[in-house]
């Protein structure tokens, strides 16, 4: 399969998809769109692209068109897209579905895949852009039911060609897992950061921080404009994630006010056997 491709955004996951579609000879040619002139220049650095164009142009050469920006800048785009023609596919690539979902203006829902490759790193910028980003990771389509099969087949034919494994899901589960699986984890990076630097100077987190603080805390580098826009699309669900977490900050708090260690390790037993399924 050969399609003259379009990516709107071309930083970390839409620079990775661009790098992604060249390996496997999928595009006759890739298109980018980028606002501004400093990131037009990084991406002809990174040679990311075959050539930079305007959203007309790419509307009226591509065949598929992958919108790699963050969530509420997705929304805010697609009035853009109401007279793509009746073939072109237009694709999303962002971390929450139900919001986006709605938002698609009812004449294109058919031309309209809301995807979410569940794959990524806490860098951004098209610098952040790898090879084989998406090799062998999980990508959920949602509400497939409301798509056209010319631009479903299209979406799993590129997925596949990839590498990539497809599992289809409702847009409203598919928030509540993303949320308790990626979500709250960047919630609670962020807060420990936070607190770990109102509380130690940065000499000593230099010297002594160790592997896993640094685990613990990668994430919290993630790019704030990305995540306060899927906070914000997400929050019924974060917020009844972050109270389930707390809950647990409790009970530990509780355990270890109260000296009650044998039921401190059981407990810590049972987070043990996550990693038996992990
Ligand atoms: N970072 C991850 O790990 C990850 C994983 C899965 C999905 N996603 C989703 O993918 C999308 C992109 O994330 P990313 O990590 O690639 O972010 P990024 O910041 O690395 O790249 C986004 C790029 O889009 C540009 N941009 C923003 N608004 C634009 C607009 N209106 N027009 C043109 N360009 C615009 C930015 O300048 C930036 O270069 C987001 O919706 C995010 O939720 C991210
Ligand atoms: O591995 C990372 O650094 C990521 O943050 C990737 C990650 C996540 O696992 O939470 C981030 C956002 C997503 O939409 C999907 C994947």
């Not at 991406?43 to 969530?71: G, H, R, Y």
């Not at 580098?221 to 109270?243: E, G, V």
């Amino acid at each position: 399969m050969k399609l003259n491709i379009g990516i709107i955004g071309l930083g970390l996951m839409g620079g990775s998809f661009a790098k992604a579609v060249k390996k496997y000879s999928i595009a006759t040619e890739v298109y980018g769109y980028a606002r501004n002139e400093k990131t037009k220049k990084e991406i002809e650095e990174l040679n990311l692209v075959d050539q930079l164009v305007d959203i007309k142009t790419m509307k009226e050469k591509c065949d598929l068109i992958v919108l790699a920006i963050p969530v509420d800048n997705i929304i805010s785009m697609l009035p853009e897209f109401l007279d793509i023609k009746d073939k072109t596919t237009i694709m999303d690539l962002g971390s929450t579905k139900e919001f986006i979902i709605k938002s698609v203006p009812p004449k294109i829902r058919k031309n309209f895949i809301a995807a979410h490759p569940m794959t990524g790193t806490e860098k951004s910028g098209p610098k952040a852009a790898i090879d084989n980003l998406y090799e062998g990771k999980t990508v959920v389509l949602c509400n497939l039911e409301e798509n056209e099969n010319q631009h479903v087949n299209r979406a799993f034919k590129v997925f596949q060609e990839i590498g990539m494994r497809i599992v289809a899901m409702d847009a409203d589960e598919h928030d509540i897992h993303a949320c308790y699986m990626s979500h709250l984890p960047h919630a609670i990076s962020y807060s420990l950061a936070n607190t770990v630097m109102g509380h130690e100077d940065p000499k000593s987190i230099i010297a002594l921080a160790a592997g896993g603080f640094k685990d613990m805390s990668r994430i919290a580098k993630s790019s704030p404009d990305m995540w306060t826009d899927i906070f914000k699309q997400n929050r019924k669900n974060l917020l009844a994630s972050i109270d389930l977490f707390e809950n647990h900050m409790k009970k530990v708090r509780e355990m270890i006010e109260t000296e009650d260690y044998s039921s401190l390790k059981e407990w810590m037993k049972k987070a043990n056997t996550l990693h038996e399924i992990l």
